[in-house]
């Protein structure tokens, strides 16, 4: 099967082949290094994110009602405490009235946390849902600006996988921003709320020393805040590590993906070679680092459950002993033992909310490098022109197509057309040839606009009255129809049109599937795939043309009769063909050369990085 050999960026050490050429890529924006460590630029680029996004106003008012309802159950949370003296006192009173009275209340409290509970949990979750709608929209926004897409392939390690970061990531993030958020609200609420109860609660706790007692202010809130600090420092000394293997976790579950994709994309060709064996190796080599690191992830983790287990267990005993010395003097009763033990664990889990949550903060943090760190290299593609020169792009002030003094930059080599200045007028035909590997495919990039790296100037006409074939023509998602009529809506180009396009260029026997909705890409062969892409061309009736060999997949009888499009029914189009020689176009006569210029300046990618 014919194929295009430079319609992709060349391999580099730090991106596997895929589908559409191998790719490079490091978390940064082109030119420009994006410090892991900068958490506070990711972090701000995030709320910028939501700020921006078209559903910000529900967005607050989600977060406004997840407010309300953990202030509600932190109020509820302080009556519950306050019910256990009570309670505990009329146990040990042996007073049953009291004691069911006290049930009765407990019910009560119970029921209406329960509710807030409920209320919060559906708020979470349709945050998570609101969240995703910003970031993900937000993305994609800036994803599929004109030519950023391809631009991203040659941006570094940023530039790998933006689909899992899009999708998977950004999802992931989200969720992680919505549960560690209340999650942390909550903590600072019940914190600030009962360390005011505890330590009224610490005056009941008097300590007796030689004979003499000593009363300490606030005696049970230092005790919480030292059994917290102590735990959280240890959580910090051994969950550190596990901030960069999420982050190495992420980039290598990345590379796995991309390998299966690949084969998926591929089976075919891996069938017709017998290369299953080979593309096991292959797949298998993706899947050893991501295991390797899964098993250094479950280490560091077993080593963190021996500080966090080991830290809930103890905060059983440790809050009765601390009080002890006031239950044991008579100083405190029973009910107000466990209201002050109760106290001591509400205040000690709002300051161990570090130590639980430290692996769920390590993930965020991976997390939200990896999708922020898209997000702002992606406005940067366009500004960045440290690496060469770059084209000047312009609208002609005639409306026609000028390529003046163009240069391009490529990795390997700088090149340019033989002739100077190029300038077409409508009904012009002109064909651009060049030995393989010349840089002819990156000379159309070039031209539309794609590869910006070079000199000189490409004056194009209005973007409605041109259109661009690639060699490998793209097929949307979706019917043939829509296939046709791409980039266009199906309602802006007549039934009777397609059907008249689609038997001119010789695909009459798809007419039935006209409205079949397929993956045309996988579907189509390689030569029907360029025969509709011509069918595209009857329908738009473009007034200038720019093709990258779109017929290399046809033999030359059936080449001159569907080039018999350009001469009859687009006879007063411009046409501009690039191919290996004047037979990519039949009938087009005028000849311009690629040629490589000696010591040029070329195009230098960022370097790689393992992320």
């Not at 146990?91 to 009291?98: G, I, K, S, V, Y």
């Not at 807030?116 to 929209?137: P, Y």
Request: overall charge neutral; proline content about 6%.
């Amino acid at each position: 099967m014919p194929t295009n050999e430079e319609t992709a960026p060349p391999t580099s050490a730090g991106g596997p082949p895929g589908p559409e050429g191998p790719r490079h890529g490091a978390d940064e924006a082109p030119g420009r290094q994006q410090p892991a460590s900068d958490l506070a630029q990711h972090v701000k680029a995030f709320v910028a994110t939501v700020r921006k996004a078209a559903n910000r106003r529900r967005v607050y008012l989600l977060i406004a009602a997840v407010v309300v309802v953990v202030g509600a159950t932190t109020i509820g949370q302080i009556r519950l405490n306050a019910w256990q003296r009570d309670f505990y006192d009329a146990l040990n009173d042996r007073h049953l009235e009291a004691l069911l009275t006290q049930t009765g209340v407990f019910v009560a409290i119970v029921a209406v946390l329960l509710a807030l509970g409920v209320a919060q949990t559906w708020l979470r979750e349709i945050l998570k849902i609101n969240l995703r709608d910003a970031v993900s929209s937000d993305i994609l926004d800036e994803w599929l600006q004109p030519r950023r897409a391809y631009q991203l392939t040659w941006a570094g390690d940023v530039g790998r996988h933006p689909d899992q970061r899009i999708q998977e990531d950004s999802r992931h993030l989200c969720e992680l921003c919505a549960d560690l958020g209340i999650g942390l609200l909550q903590s600072a609420l019940l914190l600030v709320s009962f360390v005011g109860v505890l330590w009224v609660l610490s005056e009941h706790v008097v300590l007796v020393i030689g004979g003499r007692s000593l009363q300490v202010p606030g005696y049970m809130v230092w005790c919480a805040l030292a059994y917290a600090i102590a735990g959280s420092w240890a959580t910090w000394r051994v969950g550190r590590p596990l901030i960069a293997l999420n982050a190495e976790r992420y980039a290598r579950e990345a590379d796995f993906r991309f390998s299966l994709v690949h084969v998926d994309e591929s089976a075919e060709a891996i069938g017709l070679y017998g290369g299953e064996r080979e593309a096991r190796i292959e797949t298998g080599t993706a899947l050893v680092p991501v295991l390797a690191v899964m098993r250094r992830l479950a280490r560091g983790l077993a080593n963190l459950t021996w500080v966090t287990a080991g830290y809930g267990w103890l905060t059983l005993v440790v809050p009765i002993i601390v009080a002890a010395p006031g239950y044991f003097n008579g100083t405190l009763s029973f009910g107000q033992l466990m209201m002050v033990t109760g106290a001591f664990f509400q205040v000690q889990q709002s300051l161990r909310w570090f130590v639980d949550n430290f692996s769920t903060i390590a993930d965020w943090r991976a997390t939200l490098l990896r999708v922020m760190s898209l997000r702002l290299a992606l406005p940067a593609l366009e500004a960045d022109g440290d690496r060469a020169s770059r084209i000047e792009f312009g609208r002609h002030p005639a409306g026609t197509l000028m390529l003046d003094t163009l240069e391009v930059a490529l990795p390997d080599k700088r090149v340019r057309l033989k002739e100077q200045c190029v300038e077409m007028a409508p009904g012009d035909r002109l064909v651009i040839i060049g030995a393989p590997g010349s840089g002819k495919s990156m000379l159309f990039r070039a031209v539309a606009g794609l590869w910006p790296w070079g000199s000189g100037r490409v004056l194009l006409p209005q973007p409605e009255a041109l259109l661009f074939l690639p060699n490998q023509p793209y097929l949307p998602l979706g019917t043939l129809r829509e296939a046709v009529a791409f980039p266009f809506s199906v309602q802006h180009c007549p039934d009777a049109e397609i059907r008249s396009a689609i038997e001119r260029v010789g695909l009459g026997h798809l007419l039935a599937k006209l409205d079949v909705r397929q993956r045309w890409d996988k579907e189509l062969r390689i030569d029907e795939q360029q025969r509709l892409a011509f069918a595209r061309l009857l329908v738009h009736r473009p007034k200038w043309v720019i093709m990258d060999d779109p017929l290399s997949a046809v033999d030359h009888t059936e080449r001159t009769e569907l080039c018999g499009v350009l001469n009859h029914e687009l006879a007063g189009s411009a046409v501009i063909a690039i191919g290996r020689s004047a037979a990519a176009a039949p009938g087009l006569d005028r000849v311009v050369e690629l040629v490589e210029m000696p010591d040029g300046d070329v195009f230098r990618p960022p370097m790689t990085a393992v992320t």
